[in-house]
């Protein structure tokens, strides 16, 4: 999670902190993949630390670019559905650099 002092670092634009509350809001602060309420990372900070959020929305880059922040490349997801995410994506890069290597693809 990110520390109320974080500044994004390269590829993120200097703007991403808005672009992302931006893309956050325009969803009513629900995951756009399980619909779950979440809390924004702003919420999250004002917790004690006792507390644990039980959703937090982050912002996915849909094609993986950071770069990238064109409003509809960013996803709205909670954080566990972000991680699933990240993992499917990395295993389908991993089945994409198998067949492109010569293997055969299997059906899953």
């Known amino acids: 999670m990110n520390s109320p002092n974080w500044r994004p670092r390269p590829p993120y634009p200097d703007d991403w902190l808005e672009l992302a509350e931006a893309a956050r809001a325009r969803t009513c602060r629900c995951c756009t993949s399980c619909g779950k309420q979440c809390l924004v990372p702003a919420k999250y900070w ?4 006792t507390e644990a959020p039980p959703l937090v929305l982050e912002v996915h880059h849909r094609d993986g670019n950071p770069a990238n922040s064109d409003p509809d490349n960013l996803q709205r997801l909670c954080r566990r559905c972000h991680q699933k995410q990240h993992r499917s ?3 389908e890069a991993e089945r994409r650099a198998v067949v492109v290597a010569g293997q055969l693809a299997l059906a899953p």
């Not at 004002?46 to 630390?49: C, D, G, R």
């Open 46 to 49: 004002q917790l004690p630390p």
């Open 89 to 91: 994506d990395r295993a």
